[in-house]
């Protein structure tokens, strides 16, 4: 079946370090990938997708880049700020599952100044 | 409004109380989802509305009883909770037209069972 594992937390950073959250998934042909971020008190907002292999999502100065030979999916930034403190998930959806969403436990991140 | 809002935002009910949580959309989006989220578990699914019909019920206790009763609205009807249903509930939009179909998140209610 369709899951998501990504890296257990919580991670903490100085600022303007550089940040890993590792994504890996499972699923069958070519799934949709997402990483969303959850801000303290509020629900997820998507953060950057990719929809087939060797697409790069970006926003933000946040990249991930869909990796179907190691079934990849990893968050990268090159220096974080405080005010990127939240919760990270990776995410998957696939047209075999009716589009339902597979989400990763979340990784807790923390900048501090 | 714009987006996906949530009402209330907090809540606190005794295991006897009846209440109810009220998701809208204003995305024109056919799907919406009901989600549980607890402290240091993955985001659980629970209600799936595709056109206003249930396509999926992951093994909910019936003490959650869901209605949509348009596309734009979602209910949670609330009764005789435990406290281990205190939780974070989310509610999600999203199309299904197209071939990725990212879902919008409400800002969630707080939900407190004493």
């Known amino acids: 079946g369709n899951s998501v594992t990504q890296m257990e937390g919580p991670v903490t950073l100085s600022e303007e370090a550089f940040l890993t959250i590792n994504c890996t998934y499972t699923a069958t042909g070519y799934p949709s990938l997402f990483w969303y971020v959850q801000y303290p008190g509020e629900g997820l907002q998507l953060l950057l997708k990719a929809t087939k292999a060797d697409d790069k999502g970006s926003n933000k100065g946040f990249e991930a880049t869909y990796r179907k030979e190691t079934t990849s999916f990893h968050l990268e930034k090159g220096s974080v700020q405080v005010s990127d403190s939240a919760v990270y998930f990776c995410a998957l959806s696939h047209s075999n599952t009716g589009n339902q969403f597979y989400f990763g436990t979340g990784t807790s991140l923390t900048v501090i100044p | 409004e714009t987006g996906v809002t949530q009402t209330p935002r907090h809540l606190v009910m005794g295991m006897t109380n009846k209440k109810s949580l009220k998701c809208e959309q204003h995305l024109g989006h056919n799907a919406m989802y009901w989600y549980k989220q607890s402290a240091k578990k993955p985001l659980e699914l629970m209600f799936v509305y595709n056109f206003k019909e249930q396509t999926e019920n992951n093994s909910v206790p019936s003490r959650f009883s869901p209605e949509c009763p348009n596309s734009s609205h979602l209910f949670l009807h609330l009764h005789t909770l435990q406290p281990e249903d205190s939780a974070l509930y989310l509610c999600?939009?999203?199309?299904?037209?197209?071939?990725?179909?990212?879902?919008?998140f409400g800002p969630g209610t707080r939900l407190t069972v004493l």
């Open positions: 999600a939009s999203s199309s299904t037209s197209g071939y990725y179909n990212e879902q919008f």
